[in-house]
């Protein structure tokens, strides 16, 4: 197979031909039976999220494997790493190869487990983590993401247990007594409003106190969804002394602000903008961005947290925290990175796609676009701009907080090891 005409990273014109899910020849005015027509798109090496909620097993109301996957081939994802907070909880070798098995059966991507830190996420006793680790799933990551592991020396031993396979601790930076019933950010507008505010301070003792952690035990760190600029220079400083630390930030942590929950153009306190760690401020954002231009912050991870209506189109107090991603992510990313002039293609490839992958330690995706590399591809046309409907959506929810805004960008189309699934938009 050939597409045609494809930027690669933004760059000339050129063709791409693929033979068993490899990339044979990089060149101009290649020719073949088979060819797809790229229209000028540009070509990124396909997307890796690390931090996706699947909900299977458990919670199929919200999202399932199956589904899940199209919704991330559609936003251009070759990869993602399923978070272990399913029910039951993803902390035996067990349900990760349940997870693993369903992702090789639907194949709109990959699908890589991550393990739970903890039994049952409960914060008390370590899970089987090297047997997870063993397992056909090949668990890498670790996190009990949706809790934070507050107990020091349960993450003292996690840090040093996941070193002997070369493991990762991502974690959920959330000190759970300074966020006891927190609702939105802790400032201006949570004061205004009279909500309980969620303290930029919650998260930022954590990360520093991790960062600590992996030092003394020189073990690998990494921190989810950063979303604070106190976070930033807390993870600028660690970085500066040579620590094994990656970072990640949300698409809407770069765009969005708590002002929404008070006044939106879909009214006050709707609870689609209800998000944890909360949204932030503007400077939190501005801070975020440029973190994320410098390389202090790694990558951009889309925490896609599909809820059904009945979870979120509730009074705000009661709404479940957590918004869908993975199909509006490279547009939000554009928008708040690429128009702003602080990354090009490139940039994005690194944080979107290779840094992802060399964190998550997948050989087979992340990989620069050339001849003997997989042939996992996205197309993206960044010239048109569209209105956001939710009803197209490949999730089975639909609580997007970009409902009806008109963003740059369009994934054209998605190919796994050769074979698409997407084109033309569609899934295929
Ligand atoms: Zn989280």
Redesign the pocket.
């Known amino acids: 197979m050939i597409i045609k005409n494809v930027r690669i990273l933004g760059g000339e014109p050129a063709d791409i031909r693929i033979a068993d899910g490899v990339i044979a020849e990089i060149g101009p005015a290649l020719d073949g039976p088979e060819a797809v027509d790229g229209a000028g798109a540009i070509a990124l090496p396909g997307l890796v999220d690390l ?1 996706t909620h699947l909900r299977e097993p458990g919670r199929e109301d919200a999202e399932t494997v199956q589904t899940g996957t199209q919704s991330a081939a559609r936003g251009g994802y070759t990869a993602v790493h399923a978070m272990a907070n399913t029910s039951p909880v993803a902390d035996t070798a067990g349900v990760v190869e349940q997870v693993w098995r369903l992702g090789r059966e639907f194949a709109h991507c990959d699908v890589h487990p991550v393990g739970a830190v903890t039994v049952g996420l409960e914060g008390r006793q370590l899970a089987e983590l090297g047997a997870m680790a063993d397992s056909a799933a090949r668990v890498r990551v670790f996190s009990d ?2 809790k934070c592991v507050d107990d020091a020396v349960l993450m003292r031993r996690a840090l040093e247990y996941v070193k002997a396979f070369d493991g990762v601790i991502a974690q ?1 930076a ?1 000190e759970p007594r300074l966020t006891s019933g927190a609702q939105m950010n802790e400032g201006v507008v949570s004061g205004r409003l009279g909500l309980t505010g969620w303290p930029a301070v919650a998260e930022e003792a954590i990360i520093a106190r991790d960062c600590l952690l992996a030092a003394h035990v020189g073990s690998r760190l990494h921190v ?2 950063v979303s604070t600029a106190g976070s930033v220079e807390i993870i600028r400083w660690a970085k500066s002394k040579g620590w094994n630390i990656t970072a990640e930030v949300t698409p809407h942590h770069l765009l969005l602000t708590d002002d929404l929950v008070e006044e939106s153009p879909v009214g006050a306190y709707n609870p689609i903008y209800k998000v ?2 909360p949204l932030r401020t503007r400077a939190d954002v501005e801070a975020l961005r440029a973190a994320l231009a410098d390389g202090t912050i790694d990558i951009v991870a889309t ?1 896609h947290a599909p809820h059904p209506v009945e979870d979120k189109e509730t009074e705000w107090s009661a709404a479940a925290m957590g918004m869908v991603g993975l199909e509006t992510a490279l547009s939000v990313v554009q928008e708040a990175m690429v128009e702003t002039g602080l990354l090009d293609w490139a940039g994005i490839a690194q944080r979107m796609s290779v840094v992802p992958a060399r964190i998550g330690r997948l050989g087979g995706h992340g990989r620069p676009l050339e001849a003997g590399a997989p042939a996992n591809i996205t197309l993206y046309d960044p010239s048109v701009r569209t209105k956001v409907d939710p009803a197209a959506f490949a999730s089975k929810s639909r609580n997007t907080p970009y409902e009806g805004m008109t963003l740059p960008g369009r994934v054209v189309a998605t190919f796994l090891r050769g074979r698409p699934t997407v084109l033309e938009g569609k899934l295929v």
Do not use: K, S
Request: hydrophobic fraction near 0%; charged fraction near 20%.
């Open positions: 931090h993401d949706g959920h959330q989810c969804h944890n760690p925490d």
